[in-house]
């Protein structure tokens, strides 16, 4: 058992016989609980012919176990009022609830019936493949979620890290119940599996419960790496042309790395790089925002975020513009992403350090947040920062580190993706060409 000071509660951490870790992050001064079963497998570990596998397998596990139909999974839930969810992302699918924290044992029992004994009835899974795909049509037509799986493949090609998570729409009419089987006996092992609870619940009995229920979870027939191995960074330029808008919604992308090999499961170069994106496109007073929206008029929105997970992260600029302004817009972002590698301002740092700490605390006081934060710590790094060292590390970081985060990204060619009114390939590799020149 691993324990982890906090300050004011202390982290459990255990790893049963099989293999599954058990999560427990106490908060007594809330009075609700989030439980959540998180297994590390995503759309990177499927195929061109099983794209989208995983987030069927989401839908479906709601529609019926060896002992509830679907009508009572909904109904369980709801008198308690606690709020059901989940997701697939590209290295992570996860089922959680949130409730009262006297109901944790309660939320727990019923989210690893989900997850251990879903039974994909036939029937169910027909009609959901048609929501499913009204869903994937939906998407599709959107410029601006389709601007983010373009993003994707300019990151990583043809890599199944570049292939979208909800899955193509051939895939999705033609996938069965075996298939689904398939997968889950594959990926949904001991190995994979996280069980965690964060808010105001007896520790003691929560541990011993999830023990119980979990014990006997299967392992995997193969080895399961502790790392999987990170997916190549391609850095290409993409674009799809949408005729029915007056926008361009634009994404580029910077893979972020550590300096040294070593540092990949640091929880401190992590920090580091979340200073550089929040530094750079965090707030209104941030200077990609106050250059192209309050100074310039290029855009109404405009950021940057981080986007990570277990062994990988980029660096991603999203903006919203005409096409008479785009030039302009991308010009003005090298520029600003050139002024950083050569000098941090201490006003920026300041801000950027003060920000990310307020989202640590505030994640502290959000069950759900505080959960899927160290459940994304422990997959990244082994291990679960409390946040008295996060913020203690964060304060610690220098311009130089900050600095040297954007000199690193910058070495590499841009990821451009483009989608919107009278865009091409050609503009794509022209706006990329030009952000590298000024790297």
Same mark, same amino acid.
């Not at 255990?14 to 992050?25: D, E, H, Y």
């Not at 009022?81 to 019923?110: C, E, I, P, Q, W």
């Not at 998570?165 to 398939?182: A, Q, Y």
């Given at each position: 058992?691993?324990?982890?000071?906090t300050g004011h509660?202390?982290? #459990?951490l255990?790893?049963?016989?099989?293999g599954?870790?058990?999560l427990a992050i106490?908060?007594p001064h809330?009075?609700?609980?989030?439980v959540g079963?998180?297994?590390?497998?995503?759309?990177r570990?499927?195929?061109?012919? #099983?794209?989208g596998i995983g987030?069927v397998?989401?839908?479906?596990a709601?529609?019926?176990?060896t002992t509830r139909t679907v009508q009572a999974?909904?109904?369980?839930a709801?008198r308690?009022?606690?709020d059901?969810?989940a997701f697939?992302?590209?290295?992570t699918?996860?089922?959680?609830m949130t409730?009262?924290?006297?109901?944790?044992?309660?939320?727990?029992r019923m989210?690893?019936?989900?997850?251990?004994?879903?039974?994909?009835?036939?029937?169910?899974?027909?009609?959901?493949?048609?929501?499913?795909r009204?869903e994937?049509?939906?998407?599709?037509?959107d410029?601006?979620?389709?601007?983010?799986?373009?993003?994707d493949r300019a990151v990583?090609?043809d890599?199944?890290?570049g292939?979208p998570?909800?899955g #193509?729409v051939?895939?999705?009419e033609?996938?069965?119940?075996?298939?689904l089987?398939?997968h889950?006996?594959?990926y949904?092992?001991a190995?994979?599996t996280?069980?965690?609870a964060?808010?105001n619940f007896d520790?003691e009995?929560?541990?011993?419960?999830?023990?119980?229920?979990?014990?006997?979870?299967?392992?995997?027939?193969?080895?399961?790496?502790?790392?999987p191995?990170p997916?190549k960074y391609?850095g290409?330029a993409?674009?799809r042309?949408y005729?029915?808008?007056?926008?361009?919604f634009?994404?580029?992308?910077?893979?972020?790395?550590?300096?040294?090999?070593?540092e990949?499961k640091?929880q401190?170069?992590r920090?580091a790089?979340?200073l550089?994106?929040?530094?750079?496109g965090?707030?209104?007073?941030?200077?990609?925002?106050?250059r192209?929206r309050e100074?310039?008029?290029l855009a109404y929105?405009?950021?940057?975020l981080?986007d990570t997970?277990?062994?990988?992260a980029?660096?991603v600029i999203?903006a919203?513009t005409?096409?008479?302004?785009?030039?302009?817009l991308v010009?003005s #972002?090298a520029s600003?992403l050139?002024?950083q590698?050569?000098k941090i301002e201490a006003v920026?740092?300041?801000?950027?350090k003060?920000?990310?700490i307020v989202?640590?605390?505030?994640?502290g006081?959000?069950?759900?947040?505080?959960m899927?934060?160290?459940?994304?710590e422990?997959?990244?790094?082994g291990t679960?920062?409390p946040?008295?060292?996060?913020?203690?590390?964060?304060?610690d970081?220098?311009?130089?580190e900050?600095?040297a985060?954007?000199?690193r990204?910058?070495a590499?060619?841009?990821?451009?993706a483009?989608?919107?009114?009278?865009v091409?390939?050609r503009?794509a590799k022209?706006l990329? !060409?030009?952000? !590298?020149?000024?790297?």
């Amino acid at each position: 058992m691993g324990l982890l000071s906090t300050g004011h509660t202390t982290i #459990t951490l255990r790893t049963l016989a099989n293999g599954v870790r058990l999560l427990a992050i106490p908060m007594p001064h809330v009075q609700s609980a989030s439980v959540g079963v998180f297994l590390r497998v995503g759309s990177r570990d499927e195929t061109p012919a #099983t794209n989208g596998i995983g987030h069927v397998l989401e839908h479906m596990a709601f529609k019926g176990t060896t002992t509830r139909t679907v009508q009572a999974i909904n109904l369980d839930a709801e008198r308690l009022g606690a709020d059901v969810n989940a997701f697939t992302s590209k290295d992570t699918t996860a089922y959680f609830m949130t409730g009262l924290g006297r109901h944790a044992g309660h939320l727990l029992r019923m989210t690893a019936d989900i997850v251990l004994n879903s039974t994909f009835p036939e029937a169910e899974l027909q009609r959901e493949l048609d929501v499913i795909r009204h869903e994937a049509i939906e998407y599709d037509e959107d410029p601006e979620d389709a601007s983010s799986d373009l993003l994707d493949r300019a990151v990583w090609g043809d890599h199944p890290m570049g292939m979208p998570v909800i899955g #193509t729409v051939g895939n999705i009419e033609g996938f069965t119940r075996e298939d689904l089987v398939r997968h889950v006996r594959s990926y949904h092992v001991a190995e994979n599996t996280v069980v965690a609870a964060a808010g105001n619940f007896d520790v003691e009995a929560w541990l011993a419960l999830a023990e119980e229920l979990f014990c006997a979870m299967p392992s995997a027939s193969l080895p399961v790496p502790q790392a999987p191995e990170p997916a190549k960074y391609r850095g290409l330029a993409v674009a799809r042309r949408y005729s029915q808008v007056s926008q361009v919604f634009v994404n580029i992308a910077y893979p972020l790395s550590p300096a040294r090999a070593d540092e990949i499961k640091q929880q401190r170069w992590r920090l580091a790089a979340s200073l550089a994106v929040n530094l750079f496109g965090g707030g209104m007073s941030a200077p990609l925002v106050d250059r192209v929206r309050e100074q310039l008029g290029l855009a109404y929105t405009a950021h940057s975020l981080m986007d990570t997970g277990d062994v990988w992260a980029n660096f991603v600029i999203h903006a919203v513009t005409t096409p008479d302004k785009l030039d302009e817009l991308v010009s003005s #972002t090298a520029s600003l992403l050139r002024e950083q590698a050569t000098k941090i301002e201490a006003v920026q740092l300041e801000r950027a350090k003060n920000q990310l700490i307020v989202s640590r605390v505030r994640a502290g006081e959000r069950t759900y947040v505080a959960m899927e934060q160290a459940v994304e710590e422990l997959f990244a790094c082994g291990t679960v920062t409390p946040t008295a060292d996060a913020i203690a590390a964060i304060e610690d970081i220098g311009a130089a580190e900050v600095q040297a985060v954007f000199e690193r990204m910058l070495a590499n060619p841009p990821a451009v993706a483009i989608a919107g009114k009278g865009v091409s390939a050609r503009t794509a590799k022209q706006l990329a !060409a030009r952000l !590298a020149a000024a790297g």
